[in-house]
């Protein structure tokens, strides 16, 4: 079973609008985190923000917040105000347990902000 | 502070041909990864060392091993090539000091082989 899923392959987005990507997890783990990605079409995987399953509150970061529903098993990205430079694969991945981190990805959210 | 370097940016093999895919870290993190990114299917995990001296399996490790040099370098061989390897090829590092930290990746590398 797929540990991360992420449904939308693309979103389409105006500038200065929010926009949500959606992403779910499967784990039998107490202690997790969850992270985002986002990859510019330049290929480099950049951080966005961190969700740990003990934060009581929703992570942000800037124009980004998570917004973590543990109950429902997701956490979906938040970008509020989105700007040209939003364009781009947006990744979710987990780490399962605490410590060493091995990150399981989902596949991926191409977003697309439009003038 | 370069963060994470690999070498080559591009390669093209032959079917059967080896190499090496190199990778740097100046952050003086303990954990190295090098992940495979296929379109459509995200990262997965080639190979991992938690710590300078051990390394480890991933999710999809065959046809490649990895070498722990030291604790700033960690490379990705493929003995021989085959077109199902044509992928881009991202190493990263983190500490694990604590649950926040994330993994730093490098730049890629792609690699066609023909």
């Known amino acids: 079973a797929q540990k991360i899923t992420q449904t939308q392959p693309g979103m389409f987005v105006q500038e200065k609008e929010a926009v949500t990507l959606d992403c779910t997890y499967d784990?039998?783990?107490?202690?997790?985190?969850l992270f985002w990605y986002k990859q510019p079409s330049s290929g480099e995987m950049i951080f966005l923000i961190y969700?740990?399953?003990?934060?009581?509150q929703n992570a942000t970061e800037g124009r980004y917040s998570l917004n973590f529903q543990k109950a429902r098993k997701s956490a979906n990205l938040v970008i509020s105000a989105s700007q040209l430079g939003d364009s781009a694969m947006y990744f979710c991945a987990m780490r399962e347990g605490r410590g060493f981190q091995k990150l399981v990805f989902g596949t991926g959210t191409r977003l697309l902000v439009s003038p | 502070n370069a963060g994470v370097t690999q070498t080559p940016k591009f390669q093209v093999l032959k079917t059967g041909q080896s190499m090496t895919l190199q990778c740097a870290q100046d952050m003086n993190h303990n954990s190295m990864y090098w992940y495979r990114q296929d379109p459509g299917m995200g990262l997965r995990l080639i190979y991992y060392?938690?710590?300078?001296?051990?390394?480890d399996k991933g999710e999809v490790p065959n046809g490649y091993n990895v070498s722990r040099l030291n604790k700033r370098e960690f490379s990705l061989r493929l003995e021989s090539a085959a077109p199902s390897q044509t992928s881009v090829y991202f190493c990263?590092?983190?500490?694990?000091?604590?649950?926040?930290?994330?993994?730093?990746f490098g730049p890629g590398t792609r690699l066609t082989v023909l």
């Open positions: 060392s938690a710590s300078e001296g051990t390394t």
């Open positions: 784990t039998s783990d107490q202690s997790y985190g």
């Open positions: 990263a590092s983190s500490e694990i000091e604590s649950d926040t930290d994330t993994q730093y």
């Open positions: 969700q740990g399953s003990y934060d009581e």
